[in-house]
């Protein structure tokens, strides 16, 4: 980290009443076990009868409480990718393997399973419920993981407080900006404590000093959850932050 991104990074925690830690208070042993493996992976779609060679032999691992980004131009294979990290698609060829499960060769109900209980999603655009609170809006995550009604209140709280957001529990997503919603999108997700949290673009519709809340937010709950973040972007000023930057052109790491 440069020494303006430290500041900058600690100004905006310090609005969130968070602590920055320095990086390497966590960082782990080299030769820890992968959470996810990516081998050799290739996706082709058919499209008017044509195969389509969206990606082409990819190879990347996400290790525990790393944050790992996925650059790249739109079209490139970000998203493609995403996808089949998160078990929502299977690759063409190649394998994945997520703590040991071969996501490649997993039927679609194993994978939804594993993916309920281990995983969270945060998207471009918030996702949220608009007519529930935010309060609302994480306590309906837990609901849908069968996490048991007795925990619900105090974890609730305690993910609004790791997004700065307490004050804020009981409004709705109108009366949030953009930055407080999507704050309210990363409570949802890590709600039912998942290992991996998958963020597509979280950062497109936010000026910078939004983004650079959500990028403190990210790290913050790096270091109090255990989550491992794999991210999508083409902002070149939040790369700074991230352990590790997988480049993609045109379906290919460079
Ligand atoms: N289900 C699909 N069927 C056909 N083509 C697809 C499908 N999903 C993605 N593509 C194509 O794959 C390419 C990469 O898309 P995507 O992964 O969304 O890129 P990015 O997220 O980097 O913008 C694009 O050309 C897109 O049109
Ligand atoms: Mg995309």
């Not at 945060?122 to 609901?143: G, T």
Request: overall charge negative; glycine content about 6%.
């Amino acid at each position: 980290m440069t020494w303006w991104r430290r500041n900058q990074t600690a100004a905006v925690a310090a609005e969130l009443d968070t602590q920055v830690v320095e990086k390497e208070a966590v960082e782990e042993p080299a030769d820890q076990h992968p959470l996810l493996t990516v081998e050799s992976v290739e996706r082709t779609f058919q499209v008017g009868g044509q195969p389509l060679h969206v990606l082409k032999g990819i190879n990347m691992e996400l290790r525990p409480r790393q944050l790992v980004m996925l650059r790249g131009r739109s079209g490139s294979g970000k998203t493609t990718l995403l996808n089949m990290i998160g078990g929502l698609d299977q690759p063409t060829k190649g394998h994945i393997f997520f703590r040991d499960l071969p996501f490649h060769s997993m039927s679609d109900d194993d994978r939804t399973t594993v993916r309920r209980k281990q995983m969270g999603f945060i998207f471009q655009a918030f996702a949220l419920m608009p007519l529930l609170s935010a309060y609302e809006n994480v306590e309906l995550s837990l609901r849908m993981a069968g996490i048991p009604s007795g925990e619900w209140k105090s974890r609730v709280e305690h993910c609004m407080e790791l997004v700065g957001l307490s004050k804020r529990m009981h409004h709705r997503p109108f009366e949030l900006s953009g930055g407080e919603q999507q704050r309210v999108a990363i409570a949802k997700a890590i709600a039912h404590r998942p290992r991996l949290l998958l963020a597509d673009e979280p950062t497109a519709e936010l000026d910078s000093q939004m983004s650079a809340q959500i990028m403190s937010v990210f790290q913050n709950i790096i270091r109090t959850e255990q989550v491992t973040i794999c991210m999508t972007t083409h902002d070149p000023t939040i790369l700074e932050v991230a352990d590790h930057v997988y480049e993609m052109v045109d379906g290919r790491f460079i």
